[in-house]
């Protein structure tokens, strides 16, 4: 592995290794720039993963402290864990299901199309689906999604069985299993599926695209990347110019360390990298970096969800195999006689035992719910995921007075239901339950949410400098070598589920820093 | 420890469950288990019963809610503030009337249900919750065959055996590779 020295202001740094930075990384050091990859947590592999639920949580989730407000149930279940997402190298990508869909034109849109609901600061993205197209090809292609590039869907297992016989039979149409960055067939030296049921825990089998196995060796094997695990960014910070100079980081041991850089690419989800940019602040940016707009931090997204649990006659054994192995497309489509505006997907989901116990209806007991978990074996779920409308005072923002083990403020994250994400959720319950019905169904449990694993739109791209973060390309508004690279970019959430245009944009923000420094614009 | 916040209880609880697990073996894995270090007979026993009234398994003997007594143990030997809410939390327990391993069942959950709100019944509850259902005695009596890498994963161990339903057609369900 290659080590650059912290002079090195030809470096470029990209604070994360997850979806975003870890394929940005990859991107860029395969074009011959250098970079100095930060990474808060440890590196594990699929050799080290386990597939126990408790124990991969401790190993793989970031669990320093965050508080909660706002009327989201999160707030009440899981006050000081808002996010279920990774502290670790691959970031979420070594959680995520697979789950790879792009988002549909008019979504990209949603100002222009949702124009007239109340209470959203709604910009329409800056982008066109045209535009992102062959990025799009090139993401497909890069994480291998089954039916895309020639490849097979996945097997169906028997969680897919049920949601499609009780999805057909009330007239859904588009089900199946899935566009999935899971081999279905052995691809770029990684096996074909196992159905190992332990997609959230790290895929063992490496079948399922991760940068942790996938972007960064290769980005290693360029000699262009250095990555610097558990190093945890404290401070992005700049010159009498505005110019971004470097990174302030903390080392394994807490020792203090700053790394010059031509670029900074800030890729850290939307709840740390909007933390980052605000506890950035100088006498020339008293409130962040990037935050003229005082934006940062603001339109915080997490998707519209819940589960839907059917428990039947017969045994199902719904952990088996791929844990997202199908879907109902129907309804993400704008139809407003439905109630609200936006669209959402239907994914099957699953849980072993232990998470099943602890989020099925978090905090309860008694014999009532051990009935309910006396039938574990016969029950089928499903993840609703929909579009969220973006409001101004949903927002990260630094907490006035806990300070983490650096001494610096913890974010808070404040969540509202919109009125608009109620009547999503309401609806899209009685679908699931309709579903489940219709094959038979003894019992339909609606399950609250579980912390956020889409978290989005925190520094969003905008046209008008005053209405965003960043520009279409992650570029920020106020300074021009500094980067947004992650879900913290997107302009509005859509009913798709975040990854693949996490992973598209990176590509395309690579050719467009590549071209920046060829042209010494940065 | 303040109600829900169980998601931040640690590696230290689950970590000692599968170690207890795989050194008994599934089928006694109480008789296995090291003596108690820190609680006392009477809160032992105490503890016992009340993890039997929070879930509340019929299926289950009492082995796997000893291993949970074990854990509260061991996290009341690592922390002493621990020790303390567990001891306070039985007298208060105990308080009530009579005391609590003497009521019957039903008289057993309604107390913990004037109490379900406290740092105790939330820190028993919260370890309960990790350990039991990770316990694999557990799993085989309710059903859940848990890591499946060691055996190649389900693709070959009943992935798709659901025959109570059509199968899809494979233009939404091809078949495995």
């Known amino acids: ?522 | 420890m303040k109600r829900r916040e169980f998601l931040k209880v640690g590696a230290l609880v689950v970590m000692g469950t599968a170690a207890a697990a795989s050194v008994a073996g599934i089928a006694s894995a109480a008789q296995a288990a090291p003596p108690l270090t820190t609680l006392q007979p009477h809160q032992a026993e105490t503890l016992l019963k009340m993890t039997r009234r929070i879930f509340p398994h019929k299926q289950l003997d009492d082995a796997p809610y000893w291993n949970v007594v074990h854990d509260l143990d061991t996290a009341a030997k690592a922390d002493s503030s621990v020790a303390k809410v567990i001891g306070e939390g039985i007298e208060k327990l105990d308080s009530m009337g009579k005391r609590f391993v003497e009521l019957t069942e039903k008289k057993q959950t309604a107390a913990l249900k004037q109490i379900e709100s406290s740092a105790f019944f939330q820190k028993v509850r919260t370890v309960e919750l990790q350990s039991l259902y990770s316990d694999p005695s557990v799993w085989k009596v309710l059903g859940y065959q848990g890591p499946a890498y060691k055996f190649g994963g389900y693709i070959h161990r009943g992935f798709d055996d659901l025959a109570w339903l059509p199968n899809p057609p494979e233009s939404a369900s091809p078949k495995p590779a």
């Not at chain 1, 039916?147 to 949601?163: E, H, W």
């Open chain 1, 1 to 522: 592995m290659s080590r650059f020295a912290s002079g090195d202001n030809s470096v470029i740094v990209i604070v994360g290794s997850g979806a975003g930075g870890g394929t940005l990384a990859n991107e860029l050091c395969q074009k011959g720039i250098k970079v100095v990859l930060l990474e808060a947590g440890q590196q594990q592999s699929p050799a080290t993963f386990k597939n126990e639920e408790w124990f991969a949580f401790n190993q793989l989730a970031w669990l320093d402290k965050r508080t909660t407000s706002g009327t989201w149930r999160i707030a009440r279940d899981f006050p000081n864990l808002p996010a279920w997402i990774c502290k670790t190298v691959g970031g979420t990508s070594v959680h995520w299901a697979g789950a790879s869909l792009r988002i549909q034109e008019h979504e990209f849109r949603a100002k222009s199309r949702y124009s007239g609901i109340k209470d959203t600061n709604l910009i329409d993205w800056p982008l066109t689906l045209a535009e992102l197209e062959p990025y799009y090809a090139k993401a497909e292609n890069k994480m291998g999604v089954t039916r895309t590039n020639d490849i097979p869907g996945l097997p169906g297992n028997n969680n897919f069985k049920v949601m499609y016989n009780g999805a057909t039979r009330v007239g859904y149409k588009t089900v199946h299993t899935g566009r999935m960055a899971i081999n279905s067939r052995p691809r770029d030296g990684r096996s074909s599926c196992w159905q190992l049921g332990f997609c959230f825990q790290g895929c063992k089998s490496g079948a399922k695209w991760s940068t942790l196995y996938t972007e960064i060796p290769a980005a290693e094997k360029t000699g262009n990347l250095d990555l610097r695990t558990e190093s945890m960014a404290l401070q992005i910070q700049h010159d009498h110019h505005g110019r971004a100079t470097g990174v302030l980081y903390a080392d394994k041991n807490g020792a203090h360390h700053f790394q010059k850089a031509r670029a900074v690419c800030v890729a850290a989800n939307s709840i740390e990298t909007p933390r980052l940019l605000l506890n950035s602040h100088s006498s020339k940016f008293p409130d962040g970096l990037a935050n003229s707009s005082g934006q940062v931090g603001r339109n915080y997204m997490r998707h519209t969800t819940g589960s839907v649990f059917g428990v039947f006659k017969q045994p199902v054994h719904m952990y088996r195999g791929t844990v997202m192995a199908g879907i109902v497309q129907d309804e993400a489509i704008y139809d407003p006689k439905r109630g609200f505006v936006g669209g959402f997907e239907l994914e099957t989901i699953s849980l072993g035992l232990p998470f099943a116990a602890a989020f099925l209806d978090p905090g309860a007991w008694g014999e009532e719910y051990t009935n309910l978990l006396d039938k574990y074996p016969n029950m089928a779920g499903m993840w609703i995921v929909g579009e969220d409308m973006p409001q101004e005072t949903n927002a990260v923002t630094l907490h006035p007075s806990e300070k983490d083990q650096f001494g610096l403020p913890i974010p808070n994250v404040h969540y509202d239901d919109h009125a608009n994400d109620l009547a999503m959720r309401s609806y899209a319950y009685k679908r699931g339950a309709a579903i489940y019905n219709a094959v038979g169904a003894t019992q339909v449990v609606e399950v609250p949410p579980y912390p956020s694993t889409h978290n989005l739109g925190t520094c969003r791209q905008s046209e008008k400098p005053a209405e965003g973060v960043c520009n279409k390309h992650g570029q920020t508004h106020d300074i021009k070598n500094l980067f947004i690279s992650d879900g913290s970019q997107f302009s509005s959430s859509a009913a798709e589920n975040p990854t693949l245009t996490i992973v598209t944009l990176a590509i395309r923000q690579a050719d467009y820093i590549a071209a920046q420094c060829s042209t010494r614009s940065i």
